[in-house]
Nanobody, 122 residues
Framework: QVQLVESGGGLVQAGDSLRLSCAAS????????MGWFRQAPGKERVFVAG????????YYADSVKGRFTISRDNAKNTVYLQMNSLKPEDTAVYYC???????????????WGQGTQVTVSS
């Protein structure tokens, strides 16, 4: 099993950038596909981005494609989400997640962090 802890959230203005980090415990981090999800107030949690075990393959929601970049450092047991050109509609709690399945199959993510708040003001 893997434990996940997110960090890096905060309050920024539209157009700013922010980088989220997710530190994973355990020695088998590279066995997991990793992803980021977000949940806006009053809405369901939705997929944002996923990355394969080696870091070579990535997949993005259309709403963030071209603005967000997911990456991972298996030596540091950490996955990142670089968020550029932030918009007010990006405001949400962002969750890190791990999957023993495919990085692009969103319902296979079984392990979750506690979330970090990102607020983008206009």
């Amino acid at each position: 099993q893997v434990q996940l802890v997110e960090s890096g959230g905060g309050l920024v203005q539209a157009g700013d950038s922010l980088r989220l980090s997710c530190a994973a415990s355990g020695r088998t981090f590279s066995s997991y596909a990793m992803g980021w999800f977000r949940q806006a107030p009053g809405k369901e949690r939705v997929f944002v981005a996923g990355i394969g075990r080696s870091g070579e393959n990535t997949y993005y929601a259309d709403s963030v494609k071209g603005r967000f970049t997911i990456s991972r450092d298996n030596a540091k047991n950490t996955v990142y989400l670089q968020m550029n050109s932030l918009k007010p509609e990006d405001t949400a709690v962002y969750y890190c997640a791990a999957s023993l399945g495919s990085y692009y199959v969103t319902y296979e993510y079984d392990y979750w962090g506690q979330g970090t708040q990102v607020t983008v003001s206009s």
